[in-house]
């Protein structure tokens, strides 16, 4: 049973930073791809950034580039983001997404792409 517990969200100033953990238990079996999502109020959930777990490959959505960076700590399971230079359009709550599995191909960007979740946890850009 993957579980995924996101933490480091807050309030920041316009131009701040957080770095936000996703830490993972029950991921020792196997981990393919790791990302973060995020959805504003009345929005829809959007792709932040995803990683490719044992190459350390990176993705990341045009409106963070740039600005934000995706890594992981192997052995610990747990998946960062590091987010500088934040902006008011930022503000969302932030949720970690995992893959166990390779089927041949990969759609990083896709929420369906991921069947486990956390619970996410708040971000509030605002002067």
């Known amino acids: 049973q993957v579980q995924l517990v996101e933490s480091g969200g807050g309030l920041v100033q316009p131009g701040g930073s957080l770095r936000l953990s996703c830490a993972g238990s029950?991921?020792?079996?196997?981990?393919?791809?790791m990302a973060w999502f995020r959805q504003a109020p009345g929005q829809e959930r959007d792709f932040v950034a995803a990683?490719?777990?044992?190459?350390?490959?990176?993705y990341y959505a045009d409106s963070v580039k740039g600005r934000f960076t995706i890594s992981r700590d192997n052995a610990k399971n747990t998946l960062y983001l590091q987010m500088n230079s934040l902006k008011p359009e930022d503000t969302a709550v932030y949720y970690c997404?995992?893959?166990?599995?390779?089927?041949?191909?990969?759609?990083?960007?896709?929420?369906?792409?991921?069947?486990?979740w956390g619970q996410g946890t708040q971000v509030t850009v605002s002067s």
């Open positions: 997404a995992h893959r166990a599995d390779y089927r041949g191909y990969s759609y990083y960007t896709q929420e369906n792409f991921y069947p486990n």
């Open positions: 029950g991921l020792a079996v196997s981990v393919y791809a």
């Open positions: 990683i490719r777990w044992s190459f350390g490959t990176t």
